[in-house]
């Protein structure tokens, strides 16, 4: 089969989908979704015809393909393939010739270079390219795979994990069937009374999805006994049927292939999904709902803190790779570790040590090994305790901003926390915990509470808590969100800084609240935005961490960061990501849950843009469903999954200051039910070394992945303009610039879809 060859030349294959390959955005090995043609790593100048024609010089018509446009029909019934290959014919002047064969989206099929036989490799539905070559004429027209699979009953959960079947609870895919209940299940069924009757409680509607991630599962209300449900998914070029039976049947996951295969195959357009239900052999529904997927995968790695469902004190550092249904110890070390921030590189984590005001940081790319502790007071004798609990690490995680004082917010008494770092907020040095000299700082900002750097390290954010007033910004004591400018003598983010001091400047508020306070800010990987947390009810906190166990009310924010310092910026709520739909709230209630659209907390942004869309991940304390249900507040004690989960929500890479860019959140698959788990980190895995196998520049130390002797290896220099994912130092390094691919945080980022 002759492949093709995706960005930064990685073979693209039928294989690539049942292999689950996952990569930061559309385009890159096993991504299907079409995309620009400087995203497939070709010259995005040249617009292949639709016809099935190609021109030579003085616009004669060469060559010619057929059948043109054709089409190829796929049924999978019960893993039965049924199809039949479709053999194209190069034509010169009416004459056939022996031309060799390519197709552009290999997931689709099996396309032989000599014979021009394509057979469907029944993994995905789409439209792609066949391209017949005869010395130096081309001719290209397009082939369409339209899918259908029909699914009756699967195979049972035999060991569901901490995360339940899937990595996301229920009890896994239901049994066969019978003939009569399926027609009934096919046919419009009687229209539910009511979403009492039969309504959606998880996913939501108009969710965004990245490609990547473990299938939903999709959870509903009824007043029947449901012994059977009818799952059916549509998109352009695919449909999915699955039939399922059980006892009183109240969710039901999606198919893992049937998922990959919507998903991956998935051309811009609404993914359709309808789920109808027997009860003794009548139906009732459909309901539905459409739901978006992003052109991109998200891979790397989710750290996060894990609190034990036997002592709500325990905590450890856990990771979850995107596609595992379960996670595992971020650093091998089991001990109580807690309080932690990654550095968006991905190699630095740091944390608490047991239930004490030591810390550790460690290297993400060395299986965890630990690169120093921190106890009594540093060799410049600042106290190291708590020094770096919530703070801001530098984009290489060689060096971090303290949070100071107020920042967990666990007690409503005393006047600052003392679970804080007590001493200033000044920068402090990874290898040993002492002070980094600086300019613009030093009595300007005394306490900056949970600060954070923007992925390029180029500025900072925090809540202005205590200082002087500088450039007419005054201190907010808790009320107002600051950002600075940073420069460190380093190009770009991430990349080591010169010699010190460090120097920041341009002091202005993104912010001001009288009464509210606005805490845990995270950049957007432009750096255009930062999202925030909103906490309301301050009597239940010292300060902006307003600790999600104090039970605080608070919601996610974003505000633009304008490049001229003269513009106001412009705050707003992220409806859709906290559960809004034109300010009335749509999530799911109940007695112990009657406004989870006040459950939102503590969010961080992936750091690259990915499929055109940023993605935050946060934690929620809303109903999962019907398969967390309890107090929204209630410590996990082992009796009962815990409602304290990270979720994810899809952000507009196209931000309007003042409107909401938000996508309504998802369930991050993989966490355990029963735990507490905590500040998520959504973070790059460790780059490869130049030389290495690679699918795209961003897993590349030196920052490109170029087709070498036919492989596809790590660089450290373009050759040409930079691919999706490659490094950049301006938009115009990067390829594709006429269809919207821009630099985004030092890598070349896709358009938002439109």
Known sequence: MRGFRGRGGALLGAVAIAGGVAAWGGGCSGETAPVAASDA?????????????????????????????????VSIV???????????????????????????????????????????????????????????????TKVS???RVVQNGGAPCVSPGAGGCGGVGGEGLGGPVDAPTQAALRAPGSAPASASELGWLYPYDATLWPRGLLPP????????????????????????????????????????????AATYGNAGDPLHVEITVAEGGKSIGPIAENWKVAPGSLKGTIYYTEYSNTNPRFGAEMAIKPGSGAPTYATGDTSCRACHEVSADGSTLFSTIGNTSDQAASDLRNNGQTIATYSGNAPDNTPNAFKFTFSAPYPDGTFAMAS???????????????????????LFRRADGTTIPTTGWTGAVTTAVTPAFSPDGKRLAFNFWEGQTTGGVAPGNGHTLAVMDFSCGSADGGSACGSPPYAFSNLRALYNDKTNVPGWPAFLPAGDGVVFHMAFDTNLCTGTGC?????????????????????????SRLDALDGLKGGVPYLPRSGSHPSDETLSYKPTVVPISVGGYSWVVFISRRLYGNVITGDPFARADNVEPCSAKLWVAALDSKVTPGKDPSHPAFYLPGQNL?????????????????????????????????????????????????????????????????????????????????
């Not at 893993?79 to 197709?103: E, H, I, N, R, Y």
């Not at 799952?231 to 109240?250: A, C, D, M, P």
């Not at 100071?404 to 804080?420: A, C, E, R």
């Open 41 to 73: 790593g070709v010259d995005a100048a040249v617009t292949p015809p639709d016809d099935a024609e190609a021109f030579g010089e003085g616009g004669q018509s060469q060559l010619a393909i057929s059948p043109a446009n054709a089409t190829i029909d």
């Open 78 to 140: 019960d893993g039965v393939l049924t199809t039949k290959p479709v053999t194209f014919v190069a034509s010169q002047s009416a004459t056939p010739v022996a031309a060799s064969w390519s197709l552009d989206r290999g997931e689709l099929g099996a396309l032989v270079a000599a014979t021009g036989v394509l057979t469907a490799s029944g993994t995905v539905g789409g439209t792609g390219t066949v391209t017949a070559t005869f010395g130096s004429l081309t001719a290209t």
């Open 145 to 147: 795979v339209n899918l």
């Open 217 to 260: 599962l999709l959870q509903w209300q009824t007043t029947h006994a449901v012994s059977a449900v009818y799952i059916h998914l549509r998109q352009t070029n695919y449909e999915f049927e699955g039939f399922y039976s059980g006892s009183s049947l109240v969710h039901q996951p999606i198919d893992e292939a049937a998922w990959k």
């Open 404 to 426: 100071s004082h107020y920042t967990l917010g666990v007690s409503n008494v005393i006047p600052k926390d003392d679970d804080s770092y007590a001493g200033d907020s000044n």
């Open 547 to 571: 600790g999600t166990f104090s039970k605080p009310p608070a919601e996610l924010w974003w505000v633009d960061v304008p490049k001229n310092p003269q513009t106001a910026p412009t705050a």
């Open 674 to 754: 029963m735990h507490a788990n905590m500040h998520g980190f959504w973070a790059p895995d460790p780059c490869q070394a130049d030389g290495s196998a690679c699918a795209s520049g961003d897993a590349c130390c030196g920052g490109y992945c170029r087709t070498v002797d036919g492989g596809s290896v790590c660089a450290n220099a373009p050759v040409g303009c930079a691919q999706v994912f490659e490094k950049c130092g301006s938009d115009a390094d990067c390829c594709g610039g006429a269809q919207g691919v821009r630099c985004v945080n030092a890598r070349c980022a896709s358009p938002q879809p439109n």
